[in-house]
Nanobody
Framework: QVQLVESGGGLVQAGGSLSLSCVAS????????MNWVRQAPGKEREFVAS????????YYADFALGRFNISRDNTKNTVYLQMSSLKPEDTAVYYC????????????????WGQGTQVTVSS
């Protein structure tokens, strides 16, 4: 049984930082690209960042460039999302997701999803 468990969300003031983690189990972690996706209330889910199996390639949404950093530790089956200079518009539930697809930008191809962690940025 595959499980992805996010943690690290919370309430932070604008301009602050948060670090999210996602621990995977039940899959060969190094065989999957790992991704972060967010969904704000009343909005569609939104791609945040993606990191390939060996961290060779990394992709960010435009809003994440320069503020967010995705990383992974294949020895710990964990993917991270470090977020800084947070803005109120970053408020959302953040999900990690795993895909074996080579097109890691296609959210519809993500096979496994976590339950999400809430990030709230106050102004």
């Amino acid at each position: 049984q595959v499980q992805l468990v996010e943690s690290g969300g919370g309430l932070v003031q604008a301009g602050g930082s948060l670090s999210l983690s996602c621990v995977a189990s039940g899959l060969t972690f190094s065989g999957y690209a790992m991704n972060w996706v967010r969904q704000a209330p009343g909005k569609e889910r939104e791609f945040v960042a993606s990191l390939t199996r060996s961290s060779t390639y990394v992709y960010y949404a435009d809003f994440a460039l320069g503020r967010f950093n995705i990383s992974r530790d294949n020895t710990k089956n964990t993917v991270y999302l470090q977020m800084s200079s947070l803005k109120p518009e970053d408020t959302a539930v953040y999900y990690c997701a795993a895909t074996a697809s080579r097109n890691s930008l296609n959210m519809d191809a993500y096979e496994y999803w976590g339950q999400g962690t809430q990030v709230t940025v106050s102004s």
